[in-house]
């Protein structure tokens, strides 16, 4: 087990590969950008921006409500239903993208779906772990002190009474 981790690439080199490796149609990471946004035809399929702008809301949800944490979990659990039936969003919109786009977006695979749904709402998702962790942890620091301070207190009550 040992070997595997040696044998592993560092954080920079994957991040190296990522960004500057070579693609099968493209050279880089960011060609693939370049072409992703090119190919979306941003004049006529105005829809993708009410799904940005929802996104957007969303962000604004999620750091206007940092601190309360029942609020950021029913943000969660929404974004956990969005991402469990994006794949059944994925067909439909593959089924009817006449309806609403002027071109086919929606491949079997859903990339385009995951590059525009999926990945923002699971970066969503990170940060509310992340804020929900240090909520924790705050409430655990208040839960100990509080519980050191009667712990205090108890002692000097006993002191007082010998």
Known sequence: QAQAFSTMPSIEEVVHTVLNGEYRYT???WEDVQAFVHAVDWSNDRWIFLILGAELI?????????????????VFLVNAAVLL???????????????????????????????IVGLP???????????LLREVASLA????T????????EKKKKKGEW
């Not at 620091?141 to 100990?144: E, F, G, I, L, S």
């Open 58 to 74: 969303e962000v604004v949800l999620i750091i206007a409500n940092r601190c309360k944490w029942e609020r950021l979990t029913a």
């Open 85 to 115: 039936g994006a794949e059944r969003l994925n067909g439909l919109a593959r089924r009817r993208w006449k309806e609403f786009s002027s071109q086919q977006y929606f491949d079997e695979n859903g990339s385009f779906a995951m590059v």
């Open 141 to 144: 620091v208040k839960a100990k």
């Open 27 to 29: 050279q880089s990471f």
């Open 121 to 131: 709402l699971i970066v969503c998702q990170l940060v509310i772990v992340v804020l």
């Open 146 to 153: 509080m519980q050191l301070t009667a712990q205090i207190k």
